[in-house]
Nanobody
Framework: QAQLVESGGGLVQPGGSLRLSCVAS????????MSWYRQAPGKERELVAA????????RYADSVKGRFTIFRDNAKNTVYLQMNNLKPEDTAVYYC???????WGQGTQVTVSS
């Protein structure tokens, strides 16, 4: 069945960088837009970044513009989120999603702390 598996999270100091990966399986990855969401403790899940099926167009939450980059490799069925200049307020569980996949995966925890 269609599945998404996130990885790449961890503990990083403020100002540091991380690259998240999301590997898709069970569907034609290159036909679908992909998005990254995050959910911080006590807060609602929010859209962080999204990209079209070919990766030509992207959009970002205002809070991450200029710091995060979403990109994809359709040959590897993978979407990435490059996160630079991380801030403590970026601490959250990060999820990738696709219109093709129901529900949410396990996510990957990102913690930004000194």
């Amino acid at each position: 069945q269609a599945q998404l598996v996130e990885s790449g999270g961890g503990l990083v100091q403020p100002g540091g960088s991380l690259r998240l990966s999301c590997v898709a399986s069970g569907f034609t990855f290159s036909s679908y837009a992909m998005s990254w969401y995050r959910q911080a403790p006590g807060k609602e899940r929010e859209l962080v970044a999204a990209t079209t099926s070919a990766g030509v167009a992207t959009r970002y939450a205002d809070s991450v513009k200029g710091r995060f980059t979403i990109f994809r490799d359709n040959a590897k069925n993978t979407v990435y989120l490059q996160m630079n200049n991380l801030k403590p307020e970026d601490t959250a569980v990060y999820y990738c999603t696709s219109p093709r996949v129901n529900g949410w995966g396990q996510g990957t925890q990102v913690t930004v702390s000194s």
